[in-house]
């Protein structure tokens, strides 16, 4: 199960590299922005934010790449993330992961999705960690 949406790009969008970026409104009123990239596994999006310290990893619209063209880099401190799974495997958050968002590939739009919301719930000194979809009966 995926969050609202939050915008689409078309595919002739994604450049040369494989990378596009959608900006959006936030549901807290600000503008943010999403990097979309093509990788062997499909298409993936992250949040333009890095897990270290909260700023944006390039403006809306990149650089996003390193040099290799192979890793996402955060321009602040030269974090490096993988864009497979958007873990930080160089820098200053070894292990770290940008915040991911959903792709619906639908013929030549890709529509992306917030997160799915996670509910927390506590009784008797137990916390549950409740994900849509996940552990639900059919």
Known sequence: ???????????????????????????????????????????????????HWGVPLAPPR???LDETGERLRCLSHGALFRPEDGVCEDGPCPGASLE????????????????????LSASRGTVRLAVPGVGEEA
Do not use: K
């Open 100 to 119: 991911a968002f959903t792709v619906e590939e639908c013929g030549e739009v890709l529509r992306i999705h917030e997160p799915s919301p996670v509910r």
């Open 1 to 51: 199960m995926s969050g609202a949406p939050v915008g689409e790009i078309a595919r002739r969008r994604v450049d040369e590299r494989g990378v596009a970026a959608l900006v959006y409104d936030a549901s807290d009123g600000s503008r943010a922005s999403v990097i979309v990239m093509r990788t062997a596994g499909g298409y993936r999006a992250w949040r333009n934010r890095c897990p």
């Open 62 to 64: 990149g650089p996003f």
